[in-house]
């Protein structure tokens, strides 16, 4: 899990997709952060990726350094609790120009049961 969050921070965003009814969407990201040895992302509550996630909490994560590709599927879980908030912020320092914790808006997910999938010199799979 460690490798995975540290490739997603080192592409700087990667492509998150949810389930919109019976539509992908796919978005860019740019949080990654271990909490509470769960690998986790933030968001807002009142965007539509919170809502499908809610919905339907099916996951997948795209990114690529250049050189190897990574792909994620998980379950992403709502961690509504305030210091997972508080650690996220803290880790994210710009996104609290749009955010503070408990201003009932700042959603972080955790992802569990999750499939890693390394491509490049080597494909490698690391679940967590």
């Not at 909490?57 to 961690?79: E, H, M, Y």
Request: hydrophobic residues 40%; charged residues 20%.
């Amino acid at each position: 899990m460690q490798e995975v969050c540290e490739f997603l921070k080192k592409c700087k965003f990667y492509f998150l997709g949810t389930v919109d009814g019976d539509a992908p969407q796919v978005r860019p990201f740019g949080t990654a952060h271990i909490i509470d040895d769960k690998l986790c992302f933030q968001t807002g509550k009142n965007k539509p990726v919170a809502q499908q996630i809610l919905a339907n909490p099916q996951v997948s994560i795209c990114a690529f350094d250049g050189t190897t590709w990574l792909r994620v599927n998980a379950k992403a879980l709502p961690d509504d609790r305030t210091e997972s908030q508080e650690t996220m912020l803290n880790a994210y320092p710009q996104l609290r120009n749009m955010y503070t914790v408990d201003d009932g808006n700042t959603q972080i997910f955790a992802l569990t049961a999750a499939n890693a999938t390394f491509y490049g010199s080597e494909t490698r799979v690391i679940t967590f």
